[in-house]
C-alpha cells in the first residue's frame, strides 16, 4: 500500500505543547482552534500568535493545519467570523472546519479559494447529504460518528471522490447526534453548538415507565430496576484492531478525538496509530498487544470499535460509569488494618511501580479511591503488597491508570523536534567562475515537488596548497542544524582543486536553507492576487452586508407586519388532527410514529407484503387527515424526522407520488441530505425546514430561501437574537414574499437523539419490543427527580426530550410586532385533550393581543391553566438568556 493510498492521520491539539506533540509523534494534520469560534471552548486553544506560529511550524514539517470554526454563528459575530477566516486563509491555514451554514455561503462568495470541511457538527449522516455537501463546495465531508462502514463505502462508490470523508477512529463518543443534542443548552445555557458543553450525558439517571393521563403525562410512574445508572454514558471509540480494514477502505481521513486531552495522551494515542498505519503500509501490521494497554492508560472509559462497524449497543454503552477506567490488574484479597496494607492478587502482565497511579473500585459504591506509587511494591507468589491509607474491602478491583514510563515516554516524543524532517535533495555544480550553485528538491503543499536554486555570492579561488576535497565539502553541506530538513540526496558536481574559508561553505549552506524554509512556507500561502481579491470582496461586503442599516433576509414591507400571526402544531397521533382544526390551526405537521404503524417491528426484518400493507396503512391514514384538514380549511404537511438513513427513505419516498396525488404537496425536513433529496427528485414538493437544521444568522435564513417556503429559527436563541433576525438588521437582499417564518413557543423540546436504543437496557428487552407502545410513557429522571421523556422511532432511534415546557405565550405581543408568521406547538406524543385545550389558550391569547387586550392577569391566567396540562412545568427555557 502506497503512501497515497493510506488515510490521513489527523490529530487534535487543545494547546501549542498538544500541537507539537501531535506532529512530533507523527501525525499528517493536525486541527486546533482559536479563542473564539471553536466547539471545544473549555480547551486552552490558540492566540492568533499561536496560530501563526503553528501553521509555520507544521508547514516545516508538510504538516497540514485545519482550524475549527464550527460552532453556530449569531449575527452579531458574523462580520468578525469572516475576518477571521480571512485572515486564516492569508497565513496559510490547509482548511477550516465550520458548521454554520451562513458562515459556510460567506466563506465561499469571499473566500472561494479557502478549503472548507463540514464538521461532524452538521450531522450528515446519509449518502444525500454528502452529495448536497459536495455541491455545496466542501472539499471534506465529517461524517456523523453513526455511520457504518459499509454506508461510508456505498458513498464512496457513488461520488468517485467528488468530496473527501473524514471519520473519528479514537476518543469519545457524543451520545447524541453531533449538532443535534440541546440538553447542556436547554437545561443550563451551556451549548454543545457553541462549544461550551457541560456533558450532562455522564451523569447518572434512572429508567421509569408509566401510563399516560389525559394530556399525556406520566401517571403510575414506577422505576425500572438497571444494574447501572450511568444510561448515556458511551464507551470510548478505538478502532485500532480494526485499522488494517479501515485503512483498505475509501476514507481519505481518520480522526483522533482529543482537544481536551493532555499533551501526552496526544502523543502517545498519536504515535501509536503512526506506528500501526506504517505498518499496514508495508504490509506487515498486526494489533499489538502492548500498543492496545499503551491507548487504554493514555485514556479510555473501555473501548468499543462504535457504529461505524456494526457494534449492537452493549458494546457503545459503558452504563456502569462514565470516568476513566486505566487498566485492570487485579483485585484486593485482604487488607490489614493494623500493618494499613493491601494484599492485591494481580491478572495480567502488568506490574504497578514507583511513580505509578492506581485506582480502587470498591464493590458497590460508585465512588473510587485512588492514589500514587512513591516506592516499589514487594510481590511474593504474584500477590502485591501495597500501602494503603484507607480500609478497602475484599474484592475490590484494582486499576492502572497512569504509568510513569509512558509518561516520560510522552514527554520525550513532545521535546523531540527534529521527530520529523522533511527530505532536500541536494546537487551543487560550479559555473565557470567556480561560483557554487546549489540546486534543491522538495515536496511541498499535497506532495508538489518544488524545485529552486541559488548561486553563491562569492566565487572559490584556484587552491595553492590543500584544495578542499569533495568529502569535506559534502560533510559541510549535509549539515542541517536545527532546521526541519533532512539531505536525502546529496550530488556534488566539482571540478577540483578550488578553495575557501569552511565559514564561507557553512554561511551558503544556512542561506541555501533559509532559502528552502521560505521557499516551503510559501509552497503553503494563497497567491497575493487571490487574497488582494478576498480582501477587496470582504471590504465590500462589510459595508453592504454587515452594516446595520440594511434590511434582513427576512423584511417584509412594513404593512405586512400588522398582518395576524397564526398557529402551527407538530404532531403524531392522527387523532389529534381532528383537536387541532377545531381549535382553528391551520398548519399541522405530521410526523408519523413509525413504530405504530409498523407495529413494533423492524423494518429490516419485514418480508415485501408485509411492509406493502404497512405502508398503504400509512397512506389511507394521511388522506383521511388531508380530508379533515381541507374541510377545516386547514394545510398538512409531512413533517420528517431529522435524522434518515436510508431506511426511513427506502420508505418514504416511494410515498411521496400517491401523497401528491392527493395534494399533499409540502414537507418539512429536519436535515440537509433530505432536503437535497428532495429537492432533486420532486422539485414540485414544498419544503420548509425545521429547526434542528439550526438557523441562527441572517446569512443562513438568506441560503435557506433558495431551498425552503418556511424557516423554522433554533429554539436555543434568546429574544434579543429572534429580534435582530427580524428587524431591521444586517443584510441587504430582497423580501421574503410568500416564504414564512415560524418559531417554536411551546412543548417539551427534543433534546437528543441517539442511535443507543435506551430501552435496550432493560434486560429482556430485545425479546418483548411490545413493551413500547404510543400508550406508554418513558422517561429518564435524573438526580433532581426531573423527568425526561423518551420515545423509540422506526430504526430504533431514541429521542429524548426535555424535562419542561417550553411556554412563550407572555410575548405574543412582541411576536406580533415581530416579523413571525408562525407559533408552532410541538405536541408530538401527547394527547388530543392537551392539543386542543392548548391550542385554544394559545389562540385566545393572539386574539387578544390582536385587539390590544392581552393584559397582565390575562397572560397569568392563561399560563395557570397551561401549568395544569404542562408535562414537568413551564420554562421560558433559553428566550431570556443568550447561550454561552
Not at 461532524?120 to 449522516?125: D, E, K, L, R, S
Not at 463546495?137 to 470523508?165: T, W
Not at 578553495?499 to 521560505?518: A, G, H, V, W, Y
Request: hydrophobic content about 35%; glycine content about 6%.
Amino acid at each position: 500500500m502506497s503512501n497515497e493510498d493510506l488515510p490521513e492521520l489527523l490529530a487534535p491539539a487543545g494547546s501549542y505543547d498538544a500541537f507539537k506533540a501531535a506532529v512530533n509523534a507523527g501525525a499528517d494534520a493536525v486541527y486546533l482552534s482559536g479563542k473564539r469560534f471553536g466547539a471545544r471552548r473549555f480547551a486552552n486553544n490558540f492566540s492568533k500568535s499561536q496560530i501563526e506560529e503553528a501553521v509555520n511550524y507544521a508547514h516545516l514539517h508538510n504538516v497540514n493545519i485545519y482550524v475549527t470554526v464550527n460552532t453556530l454563528i449569531k449575527n452579531s459575530e458574523i462580520s468578525k467570523a469572516v475576518e477571521h477566516l480571512f485572515w486564516l486563509y492569508k497565513i496559510g491555514a490547509d482548511a477550516v472546519i465550520v458548521q454554520d451554514v451562513g458562515l459556510a455561503s460567506l466563506a465561499h462568495e469571499i473566500i472561494p479559494e479557502l478549503d472548507l470541511h463540514a464538521s461532524t457538527q452538521m450531522a450528515i449522516h446519509n449518502l444525500p447529504g454528502v452529495e448536497w455537501a459536495s455541491d455545496f463546495g466542501f472539499k471534506r465531508v465529517v461524517l456523523a460518528r453513526e455511520m457504518k462502514l459499509s454506508e461510508i463505502e456505498n458513498i464512496a462508490q457513488k461520488l468517485q471522490k467528488r468530496v473527501e470523508m473524514e471519520i473519528f477512529a479514537h476518543g469519545a463518543l457524543c451520545y447524541s447526534y453531533s449538532g443535534r443534542c440541546l440538553l447542556s443548552s436547554l437545561i443550563g445555557a451551556r451549548s454543545g453548538n457553541r462549544g461550551m458543553c457541560a456533558q450532562p450525558c455522564r451523569k447518572p439517571y434512572k429508567l421509569i415507565n408509566g401510563n399516560m393521563d389525559q394530556y399525556g403525562r406520566p401517571v403510575d410512574i414506577c422505576e425500572v430496576h438497571l444494574e447501572n445508572d450511568y444510561l448515556l454514558s458511551t464507551r470510548d471509540l478505538a478502532l485500532y484492531n480494526n485499522l488494517d480494514v479501515i485503512a483498505q477502505k475509501s476514507i481519505d481521513s481518520i480522526k483522533i478525538e482529543g482537544r481536551m486531552r493532555s499533551p501526552e495522551y496526544v502523543a502517545i494515542v498519536v504515535s501509536v496509530y503512526r506506528k500501526a498505519l506504517d505498518e499496514i503500509r508495508e504490509g506487515v501490521w498486526k494489533p499489538k498487544p502492548d500498543d492496545l494497554k499503551k491507548l487504554e492508560l493514555a485514556f479510555n472509559r473501555m473501548f468499543t470499535s462504535g457504529y461505524i462497524l456494526e457494534k449492537d449497543h452493549s458494546q457503545i454503552m459503558g452504563r456502569n460509569r462514565p470516568d476513566k477506567r486505566g487498566i485492570y490488574i487485579g483485585r484486593v484479597i485482604n487488607y490489614n488494618s493494623k500493618l494499613k496494607k493491601a494484599f492485591i492478587y494481580l491478572k495480567g502482565s502488568i506490574v504497578p511501580s514507583k511513580g505509578d497511579g492506581i485506582v480502587f473500585i470498591i464493590p458497590g459504591d460508585l465512588k473510587s479511591q485512588g492514589m500514587n506509587i512513591d516506592y516499589n511494591p514487594p510481590i511474593n507468589n504474584n500477590i502485591l503488597e501495597l500501602k494503603v491509607k484507607n480500609y478497602l474491602p475484599k474484592g475490590s478491583k484494582v486499576y492502572l491508570n497512569y504509568k510513569k514510563s509512558l509518561f516520560n515516554e510522552a514527554k520525550a516524543i513532545i521535546l523531540n523536534d527534529h521527530a520529523r524532517s522533511v527530505p532536500l535533495d541536494l546537487k551543487v555544480s560550479w559555473d565557470k567562475n567556480d561560483t557554487p550553485l546549489l540546486e534543491g528538491q522538495i515536496s511541498g503543499k499535497n506532495n508538489s515537488k518544488i524545485s529552486f536554486r541559488m548561486e553563491s555570492d562569492f566565487k572559490m579561488e584556484k587552491a595553492l596548497k590543500n584544495p578542499l576535497t569533495e568529502k569535506k565539502i559534502e560533510k559541510q553541506l549535509k549539515k542541517t542544524g536545527s532546521t526541519s530538513f533532512k539531505i536525502r540526496k546529496l550530488e556534488v558536481d566539482y571540478p577540483g582543486d578550488l578553495f575557501s574559508p569552511i565559514s564561507q561553505l557553512n554561511q551558503i549552506r544556512r542561506d541555501f536553507l533559509e532559502k528552502t524554509k521560505t521557499i516551503l512556507l510559501e509552497s503553503y500561502l494563497p497567491s497575493k492576487n487571490e487574497v488582494k481579491k478576498s480582501e477587496e470582496h470582504l471590504n465590500r461586503l462589510k459595508y453592504n452586508k454587515f452594516n446595520p442599516k440594511h434590511k434582513t433576509a427576512i423584511s417584509k414591507e412594513k404593512e405586512d407586519l400588522e398582518n395576524s400571526i397564526s398557529m402551527a402544531i407538530y404532531i403524531n397521533n392522527p387523532q389529534n388532527v381532528e383537536y387541532a382544526v377545531e381549535s382553528g390551526c391551520k398548519r399541522i405537521y405530521f410526523e408519523s410514529n413509525s413504530l405504530e404503524i409498523l407495529r413494533g417491528k423492524k423494518y429490516e426484518c419485514l418480508d415485501a407484503d408485509y411492509l406493502e400493507n404497512a405502508l398503504n396503512r400509512f397512506l389511507k391514514m394521511f388522506i383521511k387527515m388531508k380530508s379533515i384538514c381541507d374541510d377545516n380549511g386547514a394545510e398538512l404537511i409531512w413533517k420528517w424526522p431529522s435524522i434518515n438513513r436510508k431506511t426511513y427513505l427506502k420508505m418514504a419516498l416511494p410515498l411521496i407520488d400517491s401523497l401528491q396525488k392527493n395534494s399533499i404537496t409540502e414537507v418539512m425536513v429536519g436535515d440537509l441530505g433530505s432536503a437535497y433529496l428532495l429537492s432533486k427528485l420532486k422539485p414540485e414538493i414544498t419544503l420548509s425546514a425545521a429547526a434542528e437544521l439550526n438557523i441562527w444568522n441572517n446569512w443562513t435564513v438568506n441560503y435557506f430561501l433558495n431551498i425552503f417556503k418556511t424557516i423554522t429559527f433554533s429554539p436555543e436563541l434568546s429574544k434579543n437574537s429572534i429580534t435582530g433576525l427580524t428587524k431591521y438588521n444586517k443584510l441587504n437582499t430582497s423580501n421574503m414574499g410568500n416564504n414564512r417564518v415560524e418559531l417554536l413557543v411551546h412543548g417539551n423540546m427534543e433534546v437528543i437523539i441517539t442511535e443507543d436504543c435506551l430501552p435496550c437496557a432493560v434486560p429482556g428487552f430485545e425479546n418483548n419490543k411490545e413493551i413500547i407502545v404510543p400508550e406508554k410513557f418513558w422517561g429518564l429522571k435524573d438526580n433532581k427527580n426531573h423527568i425526561f421523556p423518551f420515545y423509540l422511532d422506526l430504526e430504533c432511534k431514541t429521542h429524548i426530550l426535555n424535562s419542561v415546557e417550553l411556554c412563550l405565550v407572555d410575548y405574543i405581543p412582541l411576536f406580533n410586532q415581530l416579523n413571525v408568521d408562525g407559533l408552532v406547538i410541538d405536541a408530538r406524543n401527547r394527547e388530543g385533550k392537551y392539543v386542543g385545550n392548548l391550542l385554544n389558550l394559545y389562540q385566545n391569547a393572539i386574539h387578544r393581543a390582536d385587539n390590544g387586550e392581552l393584559s397582565h392577569e390575562h397572560i397569568k391566567n392563561l399560563k395557570s391553566r397551561i401549568k395544569k396540562m404542562a408535562l414537568g412545568g413551564i420554562t421560558k427555557s433559553n428566550f431570556l438568556r443568550d447561550v454561552k
